[in-house]
């Protein structure tokens, strides 16, 4: 959280990041939006990223 205060970057940090991969210090979690390729496909969803954590791993999916 240090560092997203010296870099004035606060919340949605991984939504909003260039990159594929993004780490997010505040909630502790990494984000890999390149993963979408290999997330399972739901009929009217469209695959957006896959978090992990120390105790999960999380889908992100948007409607169509």
């Known amino acids: ?3 997203q205060d010296r ?4 919340g ?3 939504e909003a990041a260039a990159s594929d991969l993004c780490f997010d210090a505040a909630d502790g979690r ?3 939006r390149g993963a979408r390729k290999y997330m399972p496909q ?3 969803f469209k695959p957006e990223a896959v978090s992990l954590r ?3 791993l999380t889908f992100k999916y948007s409607f169509k």
């Open 7 to 10: 870099r004035n970057v606060r």
């Open 12 to 14: 949605g940090t991984c």
């Open 54 to 56: 120390s105790n999960r």
């Open 42 to 44: 739901f009929e009217g």
């Open 1 to 3: 959280m240090e560092e």
């Open 30 to 32: 990494i984000t890999y």
